[in-house]
């Protein structure tokens, strides 16, 4: 019963519980695009069900992360066995366990909202909004945005954090921003904008079918 309730994993060499990043990651990737199909269906369609479903999956889920053992999260499962070629990545299980209650609370939240009391509102897109990003910086970034109130939270530095980067003073060449490569996004961005301002009248144009012609005459054939 001990090693079914439990959070993170006991790796020799790591003087704490922990967890695999990647499959962390992958799982993020998941849960994204779930929940961005789900907003999609909403915007263009004003189709819930899909999303009251994934919020259902998505606090059990959680419920299972947390007060369980991340190692029986079904969306985990998956991202292991995505990710089961790589060689794992492990982080501290402390900091995660923080990030996935804020997640137990913020799919609660729209559990309560959406499928109890079954209404939307400005809180449902917000908390939704915050998901996504949460989600997206996650998979994309391999940055966890709930670990870094942690430290503040708890008056104590997290342990073995992705990319070291609980432990980096200071930045390798290679990671650093020189002024020219400043200069160069800025120019992009820059450049993005004149494009959209000199080139609005034919970019507006809706393009047209290219094979239309044809096929009407293959129809009325």
Known sequence: MKNIIQFGENVPGYDIPVLNEREIRAAAGILFLVIYTSLMLILFKGDFRLAKYAIALFLVDFIVRVFINPKFSPSLIIGRMIVSNQVPEYVGAKQKKFAWVVGV???????????????????????????????????VFGICLACKVYRL??????????????????????????????????????????????????????PHNMFGNSAAKAAKQ
């Open 105 to 139: 609370l913020l799919s609660g939240s729209m559990f309560a909202l959406l499928i109890v009391v079954n209404a939307y509102s400005p809180f449902t897109g917000v908390i939704c909004l915050f998901c996504l990003i949460f989600l997206f910086f996650e998979a």
């Open 153 to 206: 939270m708890y008056g104590e530095k997290a342990q073995y954090c992705p990319g070291e980067v609980c432990d980096v003073k200071s930045r390798q060449p290679i990671q650093r921003v020189s002024r020219a490569q400043w200069a160069i996004v800025f120019a992009f961005v820059a450049g993005i904008f004149l494009m959209v301002r000199l080139f609005a009248p034919v970019i507006n144009v809706a």
